[in-house]
Each structure stands twice: as structure tokens, then as C-alpha cells.
């Protein structure tokens, strides 16, 4: 959403984009093998140049090597910070992950909770944000190779997004 919108959601005022304060990302996803996996990170983005020149990057990365556990992005840092939540998503096999966030009312971000296959971990974690020149919000997915670049697939399915 913003400027160039990719789903018809053209927010020029950026009246939907500054307003946004909460947000859920839902998606299931497959792997074929998740120990070849580095990590597999889900993110939510929102960027607000024309009110605060903010901008929020609520990273969560399910870092597999080194330790199977979920960890969260340091905006001002800009480096990844273990959460102490366990992260091990099956193999060969759907697996469901929901995540809420929240920007504060005071402008820092929340990470609210991750649910990994019906398993609900609140983080409860609050980080400030970074800088944008840009307007907009989205939302993204990666995934990162092993150091052996070993190949795997993962495939996304009923990825849903909320915001309000």
C-alpha cells in the first residue's frame, strides 16, 4: 500500500499508511527440508516520511542454523536480536505462522507475539524505529541458504494481512 501500490490500494494522502497502528501477518508455508534453511524471515513495513520520517521494520526471522530460535529486528542498530522463543517449523510439511505487531502511540515498535502451528509466544519486546523517505506499508518474506547453499523449497500459501 502507498504511492505504488501493488493491490489497488493507492494511499497518496497517506491517510491509510499514517493511520495504520496495528497489524497481523498470517501465512502457512512448506519446506522441504528446514534444516538447510539459514533462516526463513517474515516482516511488516511501514514507512512515514510525510508525518515523522520514520520508519518501522518489524523483522522476524526463524533462524534455523544456530539455534532454532526466533529473532527480531533492531531498527537503530540494524541487527537481528534473539528473542529466546524457539522456532522449528516441520519439514515436509505445512506449517502455519502468525504475527502481531503494533506501533505505539508513542512511535516505537511492539512486537506483540509470534504464533508458530497453534503454539502462541508473546514477545512483548519494544524497539525504536529507523528513518524513511518513503511512504507506504508491506509486508515480505525470505529465505536464506545455509552455509553449504544446500537446496530447498519453500512455498507460501493463504498469506493474509490486517491492518487498522
Given at each position: 500500500?502507498?504511492?505504488?501500490t ?6 497518496n ?6 493511520g ?9 508455508f512448506?519446506?522441504s527440508?528446514?534444516s ?7 516482516d ?5 516520511r ?10 522476524h ?23 529466546g522463543?524457539s ?10 505462522v502468525?504475527?502481531?505487531v503494533?506501533r ?7 512486537y506483540k507475539s ?19 523517505q518513503?511512504?507506504?506499508?508491506t509486508?515480505?518474506?525470505q ?17 493474509n494481512?490486517?491492518?487498522?
Amino acid at each position: 500500500m502507498g504511492s505504488f501500490t501493488t493491490q489497488g490500494l493507492p494511499d497518496n494522502s497517506h491517510t491509510l499508511t499514517n493511520g495504520a497502528h496495528n497489524f497481523i501477518y498470517e501465512a502457512f508455508f512448506y519446506t522441504s527440508s528446514a534444516s538447510a534453511s539459514q533462516a526463513l524471515e517474515f516482516d511488516i513495513n511501514q514507512f512515514m516520511r510525510s508525518k515523522l520520517g520514520k520508519g518501522f521494520i518489524w523483522g522476524h526471522q526463524c533462524r534455523i542454523a544456530g539455534g532454532h530460535e526466533w529473532d527480531i529486528y533492531d531498527n537503530v542498530n540494524k541487527r537481528w536480536v534473539a528473542t529466546g522463543i524457539s522456532c522449528s517449523p516441520k519439514s515436509n510439511a505445512w506449517n502455519h505462522v502468525v504475527i502481531q505487531v503494533q506501533r505505539t502511540s508513542d512511535n516505537r515498535l511492539l512486537y506483540k507475539s509470534i504464533t508458530l502451528n497453534g503454539v502462541t509466544h508473546a514477545v512483548n519486546k519494544y524497539k525504536n524505529p529507523g528513518t524513511t523517505q518513503w511512504n507506504g506499508i508491506t509486508i515480505n518474506y525470505q529465505q536464506d541458504g545455509n552455509r553449504q547453499m544446500t537446496d530447498y523449497k519453500v512455498y507460501l500459501d493463504k498469506v493474509n494481512f490486517t491492518m487498522w
